[in-house]
């Protein structure tokens, strides 16, 4: 579109440049070096120009934001336009001595923690079971993997249905097995166990497809030696698949860490962080915060703060995945 | 069929072991296997099923306490008729499909130039300016919700399709993806083209682009579904009822019906559709995009 126009444009100028759209090959040293000098003034033109569409929004709606956001969060700014002074670290002195902010950081992490151990470990039964070479192999990969298609919404309105204490189809099967009934989204030591069985469902057919794809990179010569060696479908899983897995594994689970660390969608929609505030993730406080309490300085402060959690997490992540590569 | 990735130009011979485990006899242990894995797929396709049986009957049958698969009176299409009178459910999929296209063009567009430049070009400024792209794939979109809603304001952008798609055409971790697959298209491609003092851009768009079509896919395919569910930004952008998504319209049925759970699970399903025909339809390529882009991170 326009952006495309812009650099074809500066594309053509510097193609219509004399005598540099076509170099003879057979040119002296110097016009040579002449020749590369100015090659060099157009890659470095060209360089820019390609880059330039990506960085305008990379600036204006990443960069800015980000630091805009930073600044915002030394002042008292607030939706009503009240105070707009810049009160240095006040808003961050609050935070870390509010008790709601702790509240739903820690809800946050409970939730990454008891997330991400059956989002992995379910991911790669689903790989396993469907790497053995199952007949219907689309039927497999259709079931696991269909609901992370869907929007947050819809799932929240599947479960929510499912959960109800009284019409729902889980409290009846429950009933119809002999078993008390639950209070699914009202129980404040259950509801954060009902959002994340409600997000293996919705999305653990993405790392299923992640370790689909490596379990069928590995080459089949080491399966072919463990059987004749006389190793079993069991023996060779736990010593062939999962060592194979290994680097896999290390980046699911980081990659599911910073995922479940912005949980807010479903929780939102299901229990809108209640009961009582037991399951209000820190994204779901940032967003009260900034616009139910217009209080848009401080709700900036609480997000730097989030955004120190997950530097620390990323440049975890950065340092394993780099001493791997090494 | 292997989920196969993408991260090279010319379709590889697959080293996989996919191939060699069919066609084998049913051993008990394989038995096991698959009794497991359709229990698992029974499971997963429960909440789908239940949607559509609930979707299928009338509200007082939906609200019955006596629960069961097959409604005593028999199935009835009334909640999806009462859904599509109402007429929201096809305004927000016209809403969720035209900004999720360009959402998806703009990200193509303006990450394969970029790509292109990190790929194939020596600038100055280069190293600096991949390393800051690089930082920026750890900020996540949380973080910028208030600065970003304050800076709509101020441009004038809330409730504007603008604002649902100009903030989320930014994916620093797509044009990695693209660069790796453009650095392993042979350079002596160009150098034809080069001979014959064809301009960076001829290159891009006349050898680059057609080598790079199933790349562009994949990255299409991750951003669209991307685009298409998401919740936090559109839901702080509009508020206008006219201009929200599917995902933030359906958070507003659920105040406004209330206890309707027939229509409730009617509009989800209806929600649900165009994706999941999408996928029954593409379902290679879907796959194969998703396990490409996938551990490049979101």
Do not use: C
Request: aromatic share 12%; charged share 10%.
């Amino acid at each position: 579109m326009s952006s495309v126009a812009t650099s074809r444009n500066s594309e053509g100028q510097a193609g219509s440049l004399p005598g540099l759209s076509r170099p003879k090959l057979s040119n002296s040293a110097g016009s040579r070096s002449a020749r590369s000098r100015s090659q060099a003034a157009r890659d470095n033109r060209n360089g820019w120009a390609f880059a330039a569409p990506f960085l305008a929004f990379f600036l204006v709606f990443l960069v800015w934001p980000l630091l805009y956001g930073l600044y915002m969060s030394m002042t008292g700014k607030s939706l009503t336009g009240a105070n707009d002074s810049v009160i240095g670290f006040a808003n961050y002195a609050e935070a870390l001595a509010d008790a709601d902010m702790w509240h739903s950081l820690g809800n946050t992490l409970y939730f990454t923690v008891i997330s991400t151990v059956p989002l992995v470990i379910v991911a790669l039964v689903m790989a396993a079971l469907v790497n053995v070479g199952l007949p219907a192999q689309w039927l497999w990969r259709l079931s696991y993997f269909a609901p992370y298609l869907l929007a947050s919404t819809v799932v929240s309105l599947f479960f929510t249905w499912m959960y109800n204490p009284q019409l729902g189809l889980i409290n009846d099967s429950l009933a119809k097995l002999g078993l008390p009934k639950v209070a699914w989204l009202n129980d404040p030591g259950v509801a954060m166990w009902a959002v994340v069985i409600a997000t293996l469902w919705w999305t653990v057919g993405f790392n299923f497809l992640l370790y689909l794809a490596a379990m069928q990179n590995i080459p089949a010569q080491h399966y072919e030696a463990a059987s004749l060696d006389g190793a079993g479908a069991w023996r060779q899983f736990f010593s062939i698949t999962l060592p194979q897995l290994a680097p896999t594994t290390v980046m699911i689970v980081l990659l599911q860490i910073l995922a479940s660390l912005k949980i807010f969608d479903q929780v939102y929609q299901m229990t809108a962080g209640g009961p009582g505030g037991a399951t209000r993730p820190v994204v779901q406080y940032i967003f009260e915060t900034g616009f139910t309490g217009y209080r848009l300085g401080y709700s900036a402060a609480i997000s730097y703060i989030f955004f120190g959690l997950i530097v620390v997490v990323s440049v975890i992540q950065f340092l394993i995945t780099r001493r791997r590569s090494a | 069929m292997a989920t196969e990735t993408l991260t090279r130009p010319v379709t590889s011979t697959p080293t996989s072991g996919a191939g060699r485990k069919t066609g084998r006899r049913m051993t008990p242990g394989r038995t096991v296997v698959l009794v497991v894995a359709a229990l698992l797929a029974v499971l997963w396709l429960v909440p789908f099923a239940w949607a559509t049986v609930t979707a299928f009957r009338s509200e007082t049958e939906a609200a019955s306490r006596t629960i069961s698969w097959i409604p005593p009176s028999g199935f009835t299409a009334d909640a999806f008729v009462k859904v599509f009178q109402d007429g929201n459910i096809p305004l927000w999929t016209w809403n969720s499909l035209y900004t999720s296209a360009a959402i998806t063009l703009v990200t193509l567009v303006i990450s394969a130039l970029l790509a292109y430049a990190l790929s194939r070009i020596e600038f100055r400024g280069k190293k600096v300016l991949m390393t800051v792209i690089i930082a920026s794939i750890i900020v996540p979109p949380p973080v910028l919700i208030i600065p970003l809603f304050y800076q709509m304001v101020a441009m004038r952008m809330v409730d504007t399709p603008w604002a649902i798609i100009l903030p989320q055409v930014i994916h620093p971790a797509m044009v990695f993806v693209l660069k790796k697959f453009f650095d392993q298209i042979p350079r002596e491609l160009e150098e034809a083209a080069v001979m014959d003092g064809a301009s960076r851009m001829r290159i891009f768009l006349q050898v680059i682009l057609p080598l790079s079509r199933p790349i562009l896919a994949a990255v299409a395919i991750f951003v669209f579904i991307g685009a298409w569910n998401n919740f936090l930004w559109p839901f702080i952008a509009t508020n206008d009822g006219s201009i929200l998504t599917l995902p933030v319209g359906l958070q507003t049925i659920k105040s406004a019906y209330g206890i309707q759970y027939a229509q409730n699970m009617a509009s989800a399903l209806l929600a649900a559709l165009p994706l999941i025909l999408l996928f029954l339809f593409f379902q290679r390529q879907i796959i194969k995009g998703v396990a490409t882009t996938g551990l490049a991170g979101t």
